[in-house]
């Protein structure tokens, strides 16, 4: 009786480990997932975006809470250094509406996902998509 047990056990811990190994791969899949360009422009076509660091950031001006927020530039990150044409690698400093040479910042507060263009002297604020 007690090997009966003893078996039954060993079962469920197998089960067990077995869901966990599972649940830890999906996740951990989910975790390296990012939004490519790429992606992105599949479902939206004439998005405004650029790429950063391997994170894809679109235009958040329509964003009501964005709309709210204090747009204090903190230091300066990136400036778009070309236009994406379909076909072409979409890499850091690659933009699909930004012009050439505009100039991109962190927030003053730089744990967030947001980054502000400067183009003329209208601040844009684009958001970091760190899933797909």
């Known amino acids: 009786m007690k090997s009966g047990r003893w078996l039954a056990f060993i079962g469920l811990v197998s089960l067990w480990l077995a869901a966990c190994s599972v649940q830890e791969e999906s996740v951990d899949s989910e975790t390296v997932m990012k939004t490519t360009p790429q992606m992105y422009l599949l479902d939206h076509p004439d998005g405004d975006i650029f790429a950063f660091e ?78 797909g």
Request: proline content about 4%; overall charge negative; hydrophobic content about 35%.
């Open 54 to 131: 391997n994170v894809v950031y679109e235009n958040a001006e329509d964003i009501e809470w964005m709309r709210k927020l204090e747009l204090e530039i903190g230091e300066k990150v990136l400036e778009i250094t070309g236009t994406y044409h379909e076909g072409e690698d979409f890499g850091t400093g690659i933009a699909t509406n930004l012009p050439v040479g505009t100039e991109i910042f962190e927030l003053q507060e730089n744990n967030s996902p947001v980054l502000i263009a400067v183009v003329g002297d209208q601040k844009i604020p684009y958001i970091g998509l760190k899933e």
